[in-house]
């Protein structure tokens, strides 16, 4: 995929939310035609776990974790 992803719909404590590939499938956010973007992922959302996705030519942090709590990169 090309292009920035913001995720702003979470879980809850009791219902937390975990977004992986599916199948062992490779996920790649790839900011190569993105131009001065500063990240590609941009999470403001609680509960999520984030796992095996591989974000690439970022001209920034390639993931900002803004205003929440509760997430889990792995």
């Given at each position: 995929?090309?292009?920035?992803?913001?995720?702003?719909?979470?879980?809850?404590?009791?219902?937390?939310?975990?977004?992986?590939?599916?199948?062992?499938?490779?996920?790649?956010?790839?900011?190569?035609?993105?131009?001065?973007?500063?990240?590609?992922l941009?999470?403001?959302?609680?509960?999520l776990?984030?796992?095996?996705?591989?974000?690439?030519?970022?001209?920034?942090?390639?993931?900002?974790?803004?205003?929440?709590?509760?997430?889990?990169?792995?």
């Amino acid at each position: 995929y090309y292009g920035r992803q913001d995720l702003n719909k979470g879980g809850t404590s009791s219902a937390p939310i975990t977004i992986e590939p599916y199948n062992s499938t490779a996920v790649i956010i790839d900011g190569q035609y993105s131009g001065s973007m500063y990240e590609m992922l941009f999470v403001r959302a609680p509960y999520l776990t984030i796992k095996g996705i591989t974000v690439t030519n970022v001209n920034g942090k390639g993931i900002t974790i803004w205003q929440t709590n509760n997430v889990i990169l792995d």
